[in-house]
């Protein structure tokens, strides 16, 4: 049974750093097509921040281009999001998700079968 859900979310200041875990997908980490992490931040529409494939390949949004690292944990089963330089800008709710299913935009919330409920990272300038 797939659960997702998350850990690691809490204040942090700009500049800081925060890792974020997604725990509960069931099958192993080579199951999925896709493995993702998504922010919504105050009075924002969700957006894609992360994306790691079956492969080994990730697609970052600009916003976060290095300063975000997504990975997988196999032996934990489970996928991570390493936060460097964090600014104001990427106060969110984050949200991992997860589809078994081929993916054509990574990115793109519509195209994942399973999500967690979210942990939140304020950051304070």
């Known amino acids: 049974q797939v659960q997702l859900v998350e850990s690691g979310g809490g204040s942090v200041q700009a500049g800081g750093s925060l890792r974020l875990s997604c725990s509960g997908f069931?099958?192993?980490?080579?199951?999925?097509?896709?493995m993702a992490w998504f922010r919504q931040g105050p009075g924002q529409e969700r957006e894609g921040v992360a994306a790691?494939?079956?492969?080994?390949?990730?697609s970052y949004a600009d916003s976060v281009k290095g300063r975000f690292t997504v990975s997988k944990e196999y032996a934990k089963n489970t996928l991570s999001l390493q936060m460097a330089t964090l600014k104001p800008e990427d106060t969110a709710m984050y949200f991992c998700?997860?589809?078994?299913?081929?993916?054509?935009?990574?990115?793109?919330?519509?195209?994942?079968?399973?999500w967690g409920p979210g942990t939140q990272v304020p950051v304070s300038s």
């Open positions: 998700a997860a589809s078994l299913n081929a993916v054509r935009r990574p990115l793109s919330g519509s195209q994942y079968n399973y």
């Open positions: 069931g099958y192993r980490p080579h199951s999925y097509y896709y």
């Open positions: 790691i494939a079956r492969d080994g390949s990730t």
